[in-house]
T-cell receptor, first 116, second 114 residues
């Protein structure tokens, strides 16, 4: 079974400070991991993904995420937060095998607020 | 990347009516996915739509309530039937991008049932 946990409903950080949004996962087989961002009144925008290779992946808007297999984590990070980063962030996982390969399992989302 | 267009973007619907949401993709894709995001909630998969076959529904979702069409490799529709206020949600279409492995989403259809 596939599942994703985002343990924090909210993350608050001051502009210019580093930010981390946490995600842990459970998956049968090798994980394909994703981060999406949802701005108010918008759909989901793809930020980055991990499929294989380097554990540190870089994505859009200066975000990066580190895959840690032993801890089954895929935390989203950014060295210096911007007020415009304030949004809802979703971590998602898909299986690399099975009958519905494109199906994603989502965490409940983390609301990031960056204050000036 | 894949560009996904959804219509309508927003609508206010009367209780008991039905609404059909369209999803158009700028490339041919094998599978299309329909998700629901209820207010303040995460995304829940409604069904997977393959061209040329019946949609596969997730537990808790039935074809009578959410009929889906998939007439070709770039288009799908989701109908929300006999709507009630509990159906007020964002409905999102998603596909796997042409390079594989990345799942893209449309902007969503924001439905409010009154």
């Amino acid at each position: 079974a596939q599942s994703v946990a985002q343990p924090e409903d909210q993350v608050n950080v001051a502009e210019g400070n580093p930010l981390t949004v946490k995600c842990t996962y459970s998956v049968s087989g090798n994980p394909y991991l994703f981060w999406y961002v949802q701005y108010p009144n918008r759909g989901l925008q793809f930020l980055l993904k991990y499929i294989t290779g380097d554990n540190l992946v870089k994505g859009s808007y200066g975000f990066e995420a580190e895959f840690n297999k032993s801890q089954t984590s895929f935390h989203l990070k950014k060295p210096s937060a911007l007020v415009s980063d304030s949004a809802l962030y979703f971590c998602a996982v898909r299986a690399d095998r099975g009958s519905t390969l494109g199906r994603l399992y989502f965490g409940r989302g983390t609301q990031l607020t960056v204050w000036p | 990347s894949a560009v996904i267009s959804q219509k309508p973007s927003r609508d206010i619907c009367q209780r008991g009516t039905s609404l059909t949401i369209q999803c158009q993709v700028d490339s041919q894709v094998t599978m299309m996915f329909w998700y629901r995001q209820q207010p303040g909630q995460s995304l829940t998969l409604i069904a997977t739509a393959n061209q040329g076959s019946e949609a596969t529904y997730e537990s808790g979702f039935v074809i009578d309530k959410f009929p889906i069409s998939r007439p070709n490799l770039t288009f799908s529709t989701l109908t929300v039937s006999n709507m009630s206020p509990e159906d007020s949600s964002i409905y999102l279409c998603s596909v796997e991008g042409p390079s594989g492995n990345t799942i893209y989403f449309g902007e969503g259809s924001w439905l409010t049932v009154v």
